[in-house]
């Protein structure tokens, strides 16, 4: 087994993810799962980030494109027009914040970087969306996010299937892992995609086996934060799911996961805080 990663290079300091980190999502789009997480004019914006910064956000990931199952698509350019203004306000008011843009399309990461400030990738198709998105990190130098997703937004949840949920996905992490390093990506951290193309019972085992992505040696981030496997379960709604999610949270990190990607920063970083003196 490989020694876990455990710092990245984020413009030039070394952050430790030895210590759970809290990523605070930041959604400028009109039809994200969650109502609580749209933001979309200049005001809103920075009031909600200085809401995640003052609560304890170590990272904020701004994305222009719903990932729901039967979203809108919408072209780069619509794309480009939330999140680059977006970015470019949050940094304004808050220059140290480092931020994580979230999209799949290689010439959003590239704008969202070099014009705008951006400090990391998030993909959620793990490379798979754009063909250049690889070497166009290995350019930029920033950290990135390979996250697993089986399919496509419109398709990932009309009955996916597997042999072994964790297997083919640890297989699927390994072979990309290698073509990261070929391209010359150097951090690299990986998200098994709650929610992404997986069943409820597809979900559970992978939270419940999430241990085992260790193997692959690089940092991982777990994206719980008020999914459909909480809700679906409990029989409620996202809006009613902060107490469900602060829950899997908690055992993310009993197993491991280095960064919890959220709406509710304060809950989570209480979470961490707490996860923190048990491990003492």
């Not at 999502?25 to 799962?33: C, E, G, K, Q, R």
């Not at 150097?186 to 997986?198: A, E, H, R, V, Y």
């Not at 009613?240 to 993310?252: Q, R, V, Y």
Request: proline share 5%; net charge negative.
């Amino acid at each position: 087994m490989l020694e876990k990663a455990r710092y990245i290079n984020v413009k030039g300091n070394l952050i430790d993810l030895g210590i759970p980190r809290v990523m605070g999502i930041l959604n400028i789009t009109p039809d994200s799962f969650y109502t609580g997480s749209r933001f979309r004019d200049k005001d809103e914006i920075v009031k909600a980030a200085e809401k995640m910064l003052t609560e304890g956000a170590d990272f904020i990931d701004v994305g222009g494109y719903s990932s729901r199952p039967g979203a809108t698509d919408i072209s780069p350019e619509d794309e480009k027009q939330r999140v680059l203004p977006a970015i470019n306000y949050i940094l304004q008011e808050f220059p140290d914040t480092i931020i994580s843009v979230d999209t799949f399309r290689s010439d959003v990461a590239l704008d969202a970087v070099k014009l705008c400030g951006a400090a990391m990738v998030n993909d959620i198709s793990g490379g798979e969306g754009d063909p250049g998105m690889f070497s166009l990190i290995a350019e930029l130098n920033v950290p990135y996010i390979l996250m697993h997703m089986k399919g496509t937004p419109s398709t990932m949840q009309k009955n996916p299937q597997y042999n072994d949920v964790i297997s083919e996905i640890l297989t699927w992490f390994g072979n990309k892992s290698v073509t990261l390093r070929e391209s010359g990506v150097k951090d690299i951290i990986i998200d098994p995609g709650f929610g992404f193309g997986k069943s409820p019972s597809h979900n559970f085992e992978l939270l419940r086996r999430l241990s085992e992505f260790s193997v692959i040696g690089f940092p991982v981030l777990a994206g719980l934060s008020r999914k459909s496997m909480i809700w679906k379960t409990l029989d409620i709604t996202p809006d009613d799911s902060l107490n469900g999610t602060t829950i899997l949270n908690t055992i993310a990190l009993l197993k491991g996961v280095n960064i919890l990607r959220v709406h509710d920063v304060k809950e989570a970083v209480e979470t961490v805080r707490l996860i923190s003196m048990i491990r003492k």
